[in-house]
């Protein structure tokens, strides 16, 4: 993305949503934080999505994860389209469990390097693509994901990031390709041999190959 990237610190913008002005490091708190954007309202990807987001949303309240979505319209437009969205989840009396941000005026798409240049409105302005942001408690930004705005993204694949992210924000390892939790997970390579059996009571497995480098090493938290 351009001017953000891997570690830096995610922008403290201000921003008016749907639960009123936010200063967004104040929003997240001590919390990890997940900002995701959509190219407009009364959109059929985009109503998908948030519906989604809204009926895993205690997924990731248990990963301690705060949610907040964006989108290039009003407020207002914002909470007549919450009821669309919930309702598409049939769930017509309950609120959409998160807040959206209004970027009526594009400014923080530009800030934050949302803008898709192939798709634009009726009035041929840009619309924002569909970006994901994992923001860590240290307010850093920890991942992110650009989808264009004609293709919907995977939850299921936001919530096993986080996890991945979590995970290894806390221990000494990396995850290998497609891992869920509860698999086994690869000692990074900056480990000794010792430093891993100390770290990793569980043991350290090595798979042989013809290099005879001994740098798949897999344990079992």
Known sequence: MPGLLLGD?????????????????????????????????FTPVCTTELACAARISDEFTKRGVKMIALSIDSVEDHRHWSKDVMAFNSETESPLPFPIIADDKRELSVQLGMLDPDERDKDGMPLTARC??????????????????????????????????????????????????????????????????????????????????????????
Do not use: C
């Open 132 to 221: 994901v942001f994992v923001i860590g408690p240290d307010k850093k930004l920890k991942l992110s994901i650009l989808y264009p705005a004609t293709t919907g993204r995977n939850f299921d694949e936001l919530l096993r990031v986080i996890d991945s992210l979590q995970l290894t924000a806390q221990k000494k390892v990396a995850t290998p390709v497609n891992w869920k939790p509860n698999d086994k997970v690869m000692v990074i390579p900056s480990l000794s041999e010792a430093e891993a059996a100390a770290l990793f009571p569980n043991g350290v497995t090595t798979k042989e190959v013809p290099s005879g480098k001994k740098y798949l090493r897999y344990t079992q938290l």
């Open 9 to 41: 610190e995610f922008p403290n913008f201000e921003a008016d949503t749907t639960i009123g002005r936010i200063k967004f490091h104040d929003f997240l708190g001590s919390s990890w934080g997940i900002l995701f954007s959509h190219p407009k309202d």
